[in-house]
């Protein structure tokens, strides 16, 4: 059965720290992953990672994708309470262009000053 | 402004009372989908629509319909509601299937009694 698996799934910290959150997945046909960030109600877009070893930066954020060993980690570094939120894992399946989007069930983080 | 729109943002209803949850995009995408969010479990895809009158079941269609009549709606169909479809609800579009970042609408606060 096609799944992702976030962990922690609750993490508090100090500002300024940096955390790293972890997403691994078994899908049968790996298309992509994405992150994504639910502060209060709508997941807004982070990364897009389809290739191994590449790592994707915006800002104090970055991201970077293992095939071989099939997970990706979310890097946070000095962190604000802005980032307090639940980050999201998502890969997209399939073989077709009728592929599928399977969310793991994310990780919420709690930044305190 | 791009963007998704839901209406409505929250929602209590009866089991068995037919309702709409309606999704509209501005931004000539051709993918949409409909989530639904429920704690520990993540977003799991409902339904998805690859383009007008294309559309296909996500990991947990039972109880829902959907209808792609043009392209930039796409409403969610609860023909007859039970309380275990009780839950946050978000529809999202993309320009395209993959290599794309999904936006999503604010989310629909449905409880059903």
């Given at each position: 059965e096609d799944k992702v698996v976030q962990s922690p799934l609750s993490l508090v910290v100090h500002e300024g720290d940096t955390v790293t959150l972890n997403c691994s997945y078994e899908v049968t046909n790996f298309r992509s992953l994405l992150w994504y960030?639910?502060?209060?109600?709508?997941?807004?877009?982070?990364?897009?990672?389809?290739?191994?070893?590449?790592?994707?930066?915006?800002?104090?954020?970055?991201?970077?994708?293992?095939?071989?060993?099939?997970?990706?980690?979310?890097?946070?570094?000095?962190?604000?309470?802005?980032?307090?939120?639940?980050?999201?894992?998502?890969?997209?399946?399939?073989?077709?262009s009728y592929d599928k989007v399977i969310f793991g069930p994310g990780t919420s983080l709690s930044v305190i000053p | 402004?791009?963007?998704?729109?839901?209406?409505?943002?929250?929602?209590?209803?009866?089991?068995?009372?037919?309702?709409?949850?309606?999704?509209?995009?501005?931004?000539?995408?051709?993918?949409?989908?409909?989530?639904?969010?429920?704690?520990?479990?993540?977003?799991?895809?409902?339904?998805?629509?690859?383009?007008?009158?294309?559309?296909?079941?996500?990991?947990?269609?039972?109880?829902?319909?959907?209808?792609?009549?043009e392209k930039r709606n796409f409403p969610l169909i609860l023909e007859s509601p039970s309380p275990n479809q009780t839950s946050l609800y978000f529809c999202a579009s993309s320009f395209r299937r993959t290599d794309s970042e999904a936006f999503f609408g604010q989310g629909t606060r449905l409880t059903v009694v």
């Open positions: 960030k639910q502060e209060k109600k709508a997941p807004t877009f982070l990364f897009m990672l389809t290739s191994s070893g590449i790592e994707k930066k915006s800002g104090r954020l970055s991201s970077i994708l293992d095939k071989k060993e099939l997970f990706s980690i979310l890097n946070i570094t000095a962190t604000q309470t802005g980032d307090s939120a639940i980050y999201l894992c998502a890969v997209e399946e399939g073989k077709t | 402004e791009a963007q998704v729109t839901q209406n409505p943002r929250y929602l209590i209803t009866v089991t068995g009372k037919k309702l709409t949850v309606t999704c509209s995009q501005n931004m000539n995408h051709e993918y949409m989908s409909w989530y639904r969010q429920d704690p520990g479990l993540g977003l799991r895809q409902i339904y998805y629509s690859m383009n007008v009158e294309v559309t296909d079941k996500g990991d947990v269609p039972e109880g829902y319909k959907v209808s792609r009549k």
